[in-house]
């Protein structure tokens, strides 16, 4: 089955620095890939998503980049603020029909002023 | 994306009982999970409610553990069944909208004493 794993488990920048997630996945079939952002005591919020016939996704300050060959995907916080400040999961779809999805182990990222 | 809402928000009970987490979506959607979020952790897949067929359960999750209904496309239930002090953790249903795109309910915090 798929498998997730991502890096770093914590990270801690200074505000208006870029933050990078990394994610590697498992198995080729996957062909779906979110992003949630969780804040305290809160519910997971999809921040953005790539599926995989697209190799760069941007929205705003946030991007996700992924290489299907590597099986690796990415995200990218620029010019980073106080409330970016949360933990962050990536995401693999289980199977083709791109449903259930298996979640990385996330990181706590901290934005400091 | 939807309004979902679970019912109860949070729940502290004693070992041996069961409780039924409810959640409810406010259109129909074809696919609604059920994830468990232990304290400090990741998400992890309970199982695929489906409606009008048996659940589907990931690897580590049992029907008599976690019984699932789906009796319409706007509405299920999770029980945890025997309750141990294992089982504390927050229960998390979530809905995808289109065949990926999946957004998560506010969660359901359980505590078992």
């Known amino acids: 089955g798929e498998n997730v794993e991502q890096h770093p488990s914590t990270l801690s920048v200074q505000e208006g620095d870029s933050a990078v997630i990394k994610c590697t996945y498992s198995?080729?079939?996957?062909?779906?890939f979110p992003w949630y952002k969780q804040e305290l005591g809160k519910r997971p919020q999809l921040i953005i998503d790539i599926r995989s016939n697209v190799g760069e996704k941007k929205d705003q300050r946030i991007a996700v980049t992924l290489n299907k060959t590597a099986k690796h995907f990415s995200l990218h916080i620029t010019e980073t603020q106080p409330e970016d400040s949360a933990v962050y999961f990536c995401?693999?779809?289980?199977?083709?029909?791109?449903?259930?999805?298996?979640f990385g182990k996330g990181t706590t990222l901290s934005v400091s002023s | 994306s939807a309004v979902i809402s679970q019912k109860p928000s949070r729940d502290i009970c004693q070992r041996g009982t069961s409780l039924t987490i409810q959640c409810q979506v406010d259109s129909q959607v074809t696919m609604m999970f059920w994830y468990r979020q232990q304290p400090g952790q990741s998400l992890t897949l309970i199982a695929t409610a489906n409606q009008g067929s048996e659940a589907t359960y990931e690897s580590g999750f049992v029907i008599d553990k976690f019984p699932i209904s789906r009796p319409n496309l706007t509405f299920s239930t999770l029980t945890v069944s025997n309750m141990s002090p294992e089982d504390s953790s927050i229960y998390l249903c979530s809905v995808a909208l289109n065949q990926e795109t999946q957004y998560f309910g506010p969660g359901t915090r359980l505590l078992v004493l």
């Open positions: 995401a693999a779809s289980k199977d083709q029909a791109g449903t259930a999805l298996i």
């Open positions: 198995d080729s079939a996957s062909n779906y």
